[in-house]
Each structure stands twice: as structure tokens, then as C-alpha cells.
């Protein structure tokens, strides 16, 4: 199994400000966009996003 590490993705739905704590295995952007489509829906717009440690 791998290791994962918890950080705060904060992004933009539809124009508003939001962030959600994921476990990642890297701060990648790729990995969060993952993330986010898992729990919002496809017609959503996801934007804005950066990925940093949680503290």
C-alpha cells in the first residue's frame, strides 16, 4: 500500500470559493482534479485549483 499525505485542495465551483481535504499521494493537480470529479458532478465547473499540505 501505498502512502498517502493529507492536503487541502482549494478551487472555484461555479464561480464560488471552496476547498475539500483529500489524501493524496502528492501535491500533483492532476491527482486532485481526480479528487474533486469524484464528489462533484460532471456539469460542474472546477476551477482555480491548488493543492498544499494540510496543516
Known sequence: MT???K???K???NG?????FAHLHSNDLEEAKQALAKIHEASDEITDITVSKAL
Do not use: N, P, S
Not at 16 to 20: D, L, Q, T
Open 3 to 5: 502512502a498517502t499525505t
Open 7 to 9: 492536503y487541502v485542495i
Open 11 to 13: 478551487y472555484k465551483l
Open 16 to 20: 464560488e470559493r471552496r476547498f475539500e
